[in-house]
């Protein structure tokens, strides 16, 4: 088996003097040419995350091995990577082809190659009939996509993205992953982070879920989805409050009735026997918690989510 | 090396793309040319120390004190009448052969127009104390003879006697004036002012679009960075000296002295501008503040530095003051090369400070370069 492509360990890293850990003992391991998602909540780290292996982050502790070698030893490894961050940044004034060849020519690239990697990319990012504009007229997405590209402008064999899908209409979110699982196919090694389930489940080859600076799973999607294992999820709501609800499902708690996640107004179960179900309900009717709504639906990742963080990701 | 340059071609490009471009590097500076260089434009009749003698003197000594007063310094222009309009004018009584023969004391009358230039007047004033003092001389040492009379047979004795006035040291005798003069002020002026305005507001736009944190991204370290802005600065000053030393020789027939000389002006004082631009542009936070404090410090230290009117002519006091100003520096520069042909030796103390004020901001900046939010 080679070794992995990026090997990170005990990365720790905590804002305001100490007081605020962002990264807590963080490990990852990451194989060449795998298209790993990163899922966590707002405030997970992945920012942090992404800015410690782009360099710009200073003062943590733990290791980041890139091909063999300290990332942080030796700065033409930069040259091997390619960073997207959450925050679009390039030169409002420049258009698409301008950018590009601007940010190029800090690899050094022969100019003639340059330039037609930077049509080739233009192309992929569908932005080709709009390369001279000045990138202050183009809509979100658009600019998005160029965020995207300029990461890519040197090739690197490995690509980092923080939430790059953030902020931008569906049809714009989907040109992105699109152009994620592109770059992957093309046998680049790509990290991106999300609070989006449905983006790692339609992407990714493999997953990680991160809450408070840590990895709490990692695996497939298949394997993630069986640490829930093989049980029905049940929504219900209402109007009822936390405190309520978990006083009044008390007593059903067993082997086959599991908690996920309880807040105002919304609970998350897994039945390992969808039986069980309307038996909840008489009982809860019973302790005249009213219930609004009940949807029942098959395990998935939010499941996993919910179990692991103990919240919902949609916040 | 090569990042540096493509980092600061970049700004370079992104400053001539500009809007306001051509008004801020070109219209404007022509405004403040045509301005001050009317303002203070030199009187050309008045350039040479002109002289109106009028010589009512009935003897022969009043003609031959006018040839005392005769200098390449000074233009002179007998009459017998007084005119209409003097600029000034020495009045040679007529008994003034008369009194000097009995040996009788007498005044002469020097009178000025209250808009004559001083510095000419002063060059008048020491000629005639010099010819008065030869004449006298003469008078002693040849008393009692006709003293034409014995040069003439003695033509060695022409020179015995010869006056030498030296001038209180830093005396004045030039005043720069005119475009000479106004042209490079303006161009130190909007050095100052350009490159602290686009200069600071690029590197606000840099850090806000979060361009400079992304270029550290790739391979490129801080140090070029920063060398790359320092760069794309200094372009931008010398492209500005540029423009308008070309406007300067095209329109107002420009002399710039040596031109290596005043090149070499222009790069330290810009320089020191580039370094004092990132550090503005780091410790603002808004494009209107950076725009006001560059215009404000820009024309603060141009009229105090001596780039609207010339040092030379600010009462001593303030002149100390000026020398706070880094364009002082570079306008006393510029008046040695262009004014009074000096060479490098001269200049040496004024590149040298412009070099310290470069240093101070060049650590301003280097501890204060903000490159995030
Ligand atoms: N510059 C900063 N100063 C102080 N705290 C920060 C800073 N950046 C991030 N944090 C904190 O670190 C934690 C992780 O933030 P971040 O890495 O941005 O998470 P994510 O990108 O997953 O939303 C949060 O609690 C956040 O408030
Ligand atoms: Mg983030």
Redesign the interface.
Known sequence: MQPPILEIKNLSKAYDHGKNPALVNFSLGLNKGEVLGLLGPNGAGKTTLISILSGTLRDFSGSVVFKGMDLFADRQLRNQIGIVPQEMAFYEELGAMENLMFWGGLYSIPEKELKKRAQDLLALVELSSRAKEPIKKFSGGMKRRLNVAIGLIHQPELLLLDEPTVGIDVQAKVSILDIIRQVGLQGTTVVFTTHQLAEVEQTCSRIAIMDKGIILAQGTLNELIRIVGEKDIVIVSGEFSADRFSDAIKPLIHNDIEILSITDNEAHLAFANSEGIPGMMQHLFQQHVSLADLKIKSPNLEAVFLKLTGRSLRD | M??IF?IAH?DLK?TI?DKAFFFWFLAFPMFFILIFGNLYKSNPADKKAALLIVNQDRGQWGNYFVKKLESPDIELDVRTSVPEKIIRMLVIPADFSEKLVTQNSQELQLRKNSAANMEAGAVAETKIVQAIARLLSELIIYGNRNIEDFFAAHTPFNDLVSIETRLPKDTVAVVPSGFDHTIPGTIVQFIMMMVLIYGGVMVLEDRK???M?????????FGELFNGKLLGRLLMGLMQAAILIIAGKIFFHLNLGNIFLSSLVVLVFTLAMACLSIFVGSVLHKEELIVAVSVLAGNVFAALGGCWWPAEIIPPTFRILAMVSPAYWAMDAFHQVIFFGKGLASILPNLLILLAFTSVFMVLALRFFKI?E
């Open positions: 090569k990042k493509h970049l992104l793309r679009n979060r361009v944190e992304r270029i550290l991204f790739s391979a490129t370290s995030r």
